[in-house]
């Protein structure tokens, strides 16, 4: 049964989270316009059978508070660092995708005493070093004025999700149904958009990848136009000793497409002795 609880940020934002499963702790950090709802309940519930997990709203989405004011990605992480402290669980595994990867690599270094193991998905070390996806693909991301929410959420899903994925009759109905359960959540204001964007662009962890001491697994999709696949082979240099998983035909939702062999991993991963 999920618990659901708010934790107040730093700078005294509301955060809101919730706690499922049982087991070991796993922290969930979501990417860029996403709340915790965007992990989709596949992914979830393979996971939440082996750990107890930190889903967690990001500020600017869910039911966090949503506030038109400039932040950064260190911000974010010590909200991660403010919610796990609420939820009385000073040591985690730690899991974010693309921007929640960056997220997560900000408190692996801020924090590194509260991290055990570390899952970089989708994600790179900032726009200096990184690979970029393709402007026009990159653009699908940000809502265009005039358009619905559920049609901008498409137009993001048409660049996200492998071409397999979302050229099959499975994907668009998955891709539907997350759309028909995001209807439900507050949906993510245009400034968070705005906000979120600019914490990513002042992001650079390239120079401080190796302090990064947390076992760490980098997992990606060999398929993804978002983040494409060379930016896993940086973070795998960069961060002493870390593993890569490369998911095939798959693309930068890779928890959706393929939620079975990603849980799989990261299972193995965080529970291996």
């Not at 028909?180 to 650079?204: C, L, N, V």
Request: glycine content about 10%.
């Amino acid at each position: 049964m999920a618990i659901r609880e708010f934790a107040r940020s730093k700078d005294g934002l509301q955060l809101r989270y919730e706690v499922r499963g049982s087991g070991a702790p796993l922290a969930l950090i979501m990417g860029f316009s996403g709340s915790g709802h965007a992990w989709s309940e596949p992914f979830l519930n393979l996971l939440e059978n082996h750990f107890r997990l930190v889903v967690i709203d990001n500020r600017g989405t869910g039911e966090s508070d949503k506030p038109d004011l400039a932040w950064t990605l260190r911000d974010m992480a010590d909200d991660v660092g403010a919610v796990l402290e609420h939820a009385r669980l000073p040591q985690t595994h730690v899991l974010g995708i693309s921007m929640g990867g960056m997220i997560a690599q900000e408190y692996a270094l801020g924090y590194p005493d509260r991290v055990q193991r570390l899952v970089l998905g989708c994600t790179n070390c900032g726009m200096s070093h990184s690979i970029p996806g393709k402007p026009e693909d990159l653009a699908k991301l940000m809502p265009q004025p005039g358009m619905s929410p559920a049609d901008a959420a498409r137009a993001a899903f048409s660049a996200a999700c492998g071409k397999a994925f979302a050229a099959s009759e499975a994907g668009q109905k998955f891709i539907e149904e997350q759309l028909t359960e995001a209807a439900k959540y507050p949906i993510t204001p245009q400034h968070t958009f705005t906000r979120q964007f600019g914490a990513i662009s002042g992001f650079d962890s390239y120079a401080r990848l190796a302090q990064i001491k947390a076992p760490t697994l980098i997992l990606q999709g060999d398929d993804d136009a978002i983040v494409p696949l060379q930016n896993a082979t940086v973070l795998n240099q960069g961060i002493a000793g870390s593993r890569k998983h490369i998911l095939k035909g798959v693309g930068h939702m890779f928890f959706w497409e393929a939620p079975q062999e990603s849980t799989r991993v990261v299972i193995d991963f965080l529970t291996a002795k």
